[in-house]
């Protein structure tokens, strides 16, 4: 008795074009950077208004808006030739 799925091969998916690869990496680059940034200004946000502004939110929301504006940013500068320039820089 032989398993029918050990006798059938793999399905394989084609494989994605290169622009999707990129606009893929693209994307993960931008999500991971406005969850980190803006974590980051949370916590500050969280911090200052603990420490400075007798904890008011206004600090929270402020640093989260910076963190996800900075995120933006470098999610919009993103390029090709920018990342060339920078693997390019690295690896000499």
């Given at each position: 008795?032989t398993d029918?799925?050990?006798n059938?091969?793999?399905s394989?998916r084609p494989n994605k074009p290169?622009s999707?690869?990129?606009l ?8 991971s ?10 916590s500050?946000?969280v911090?200052?208004?603990?420490l400075l502004?007798?904890?008011?939110a ?7 808006g910076f963190?996800?504006?900075?995120a933006?940013e ?5 390029d ?5 320039r920078?693997f ?5």
């Amino acid at each position: 008795m032989t398993d029918a799925s050990s006798n059938s091969p793999p399905s394989s998916r084609p494989n994605k074009p290169v622009s999707e690869a990129l606009l893929n990496e693209k994307w993960d680059r931008a999500i991971s950077s406005l969850l980190i940034r803006s974590s980051l200004g949370l916590s500050f946000g969280v911090v200052f208004s603990v420490l400075l502004f007798k904890r008011r939110a206004w600090p929270v929301w402020l640093g989260l808006g910076f963190g996800a504006g900075r995120a933006w940013e470098e999610a919009d500068g993103m390029d090709s030739t920018t990342n060339i320039r920078i693997f390019v820089l690295t690896y000499r």
